[in-house]
């Protein structure tokens, strides 16, 4: 089983509709990660959160919120999608020590 | 083969040679840097990591080299394989300070690997 889940893996929406991905772990770590990555780019960080009552906006966080509903639990959000919010997302997760696991991502397309 | 990560962000070598990717950072106060590796279709994947008391960190076919005087780091792949294929990312963090537990990332570099 997959230490790291991303659900949906791939959405098609529409612009201005809200939607929100979500990312699930098994590893028992704290902190929790939301990235976009578009060609060309890297990763960008959206939100981050330290610990359930942590939560830090990334380089890019206009336009998303986040939900640190439990331990294991991080979702992220898009209020009203827009296209250029066309990209992969990927959730992660990582301990004290820094290194950071990767979910398989989410493949989101705005219309 | 080599890349420099930002500059030349493909790299093709041959099945069985040495492949060296490259990647400038350019905060100083960077001390921990990790080297990534991304399939096509999948999310980044851990492959090795290196702090700043070190200067070389070596894995499995993997060495990792960080010359803080120029803000560089590489990572030699050897007897590279079909199977070495992917995009590769260098990610750079601070232990300390107001940054704790970010990593920035690099563009990546797109390894090929032809028999």
């Known amino acids: 089983d997959a230490d790291v889940t991303q659900t949906p893996r791939n959405r098609i929406t529409k612009t201005g509709k809200r939607i929100m991905l979500e990312c699930s772990q098994t590893k028992g770590h704290d902190r929790m990660y939301w990235y976009r990555q578009d060609p060309g780019l890297g990763l960008r960080l959206i939100y981050y959160s330290f610990d359930v009552k942590d939560i830090n906006k990334g380089e890019i966080s206009d336009g998303y919120s986040v939900s640190r509903q439990a331990q294991a639990k991080f979702s992220l959000s898009l209020e009203s999608a827009i296209p250029n919010q066309t990209a992969l997302y990927f959730c992660?997760?990582?301990?004290?020590?820094?290194?950071?696991?990767f979910g398989p991502g989410t493949r989101l397309l705005v219309l | 083969g080599e890349s420099v990560g930002l500059h030349l962000p493909t790299l093709s070598v041959q099945e069985g040679d040495n492949s060296i990717i490259n990647c400038a950072y350019s905060?100083?106060?960077?001390?921990?840097f990790i080297w990534y590796k991304q399939e096509s279709g999948k999310g980044p994947q851990f492959i090795i990591d290196i702090r700043s008391n070190m200067d070389k960190r070596q894995g499995q076919r993997v060495t990792v080299l960080l010359n803080k005087t120029v803000k560089h780091l590489s990572l030699q792949i050897a007897a590279t394989q079909p199977g070495d294929s992917a995009v590769y990312f260098c990610?750079?963090?601070?232990?300390?300070?107001?940054?704790?537990?970010?990593?920035?990332f690099g563009r990546g570099t797109q390894l090929t690997v032809w028999p």
């Open positions: 905060n100083s106060a960077s001390d921990y």
């Open positions: 992660a997760t990582s301990d004290i020590l820094e290194t950071q696991y």
């Open positions: 990610a750079e963090s601070s232990l300390r300070g107001s940054t704790l537990g970010r990593l920035y």
